[in-house]
């Protein structure tokens, strides 16, 4: 942790602030398939000098084949299942940026736990723009059907509440990368920092409050 501390130091106020106020907690990420998280967490995690985990990679890894293999072979349950393992072991990983598969949010022990041990960051974005970027990429189980732009608004339809019991919503758009990690940044010490900016303000403490 110490060399964490010393590499955020190093950076802006802003995330050296985050980063003391995460504590233990992990950012997590979540939302639609196509919405960014991977990108945006990457990017995240350097910026918070945080390591990135990706869940998807992590389910991969575990069980020894891809995502779509896992999908034909053993069903969307059995997947589920997994990947509800996979990201209760990451959330014990210590301080990082995850980011999650489309569909863990929908599981209510996965949210109880991503409540517990992190900061969720919902990355919304709207339908045409998530179809445009998945449409590019051929490893989407859910979107093998007879009707993809259908498929994704169902899911957005079912989702979308869920999605909404994160801790931030920040729109994800078409719009250079750093712009949105900036307002993930700006968000988070929002969250996690401006009580303690307030608190200070209001005892007169000098130079806490930004």
């Given at each position: 942790m110490s060399d964490l501390s010393t590499a955020a130091a190093g950076g802006g106020s802003q995330e050296a602030e985050i980063l003391a106020a995460l504590g233990p907690r992990l950012v997590v990420l979540v939302g639609m398939m196509g919405a960014g998280k991977s990108t945006i967490g990457r990017r995240l995690a350097a910026r918070l000098h945080l390591?990135?985990?990706?869940?998807?990679?992590?389910?991969?890894?575990?069980?020894?084949?891809?995502?779509?293999?896992?999908?034909?072979?053993?069903?969307?349950?059995h997947f589920r299942d997994g990947e509800a393992r996979v990201?209760?072991?990451?959330?014990?990983?210590?301080?990082?940026?995850?980011?999650?598969?489309?569909g863990s949010f929908m599981r209510e022990e996965t949210r109880r736990r991503v409540s517990d041990?992190?900061?969720?960051?919902?990355?919304?974005?709207?339908?045409?723009?998530?179809?445009r970027r998945v449409r590019r990429?051929?490893?989407?189980?859910?979107?093998?059907?007879?009707?993809?732009?259908?498929?994704v608004t169902r899911l957005m339809i079912e989702r979308e509440p869920i999605y909404q019991h994160a801790d931030i919503t920040i729109g994800s758009r078409d719009v250079p990368h750093e712009r949105i990690v900036?307002?993930?940044?700006?968000?988070?010490?929002a969250?996690?920092?401006?009580?303690?900016?307030?608190?200070?303000?209001?005892?007169g403490v000098a130079g806490a409050a930004r």
């Open positions: 390591p990135f985990l990706d869940a998807d990679t992590e389910i991969e890894a575990a069980a020894g084949m891809s995502i779509p293999e896992i999908f034909e072979i053993h069903g969307e349950p990201i209760a072991r990451l959330l014990e990983s210590g301080p990082s940026v995850l980011a999650t598969g489309g041990k992190a900061i969720s960051i919902w990355l919304k974005a709207d339908a045409d723009i998530i179809m990429r051929a490893d989407r189980p859910l979107l093998q059907t007879a009707d993809p732009e259908a498929t900036e307002e993930c940044i700006e968000a988070l010490h969250r996690l920092c401006a009580p303690a900016a307030e608190q200070s303000q209001s005892t």
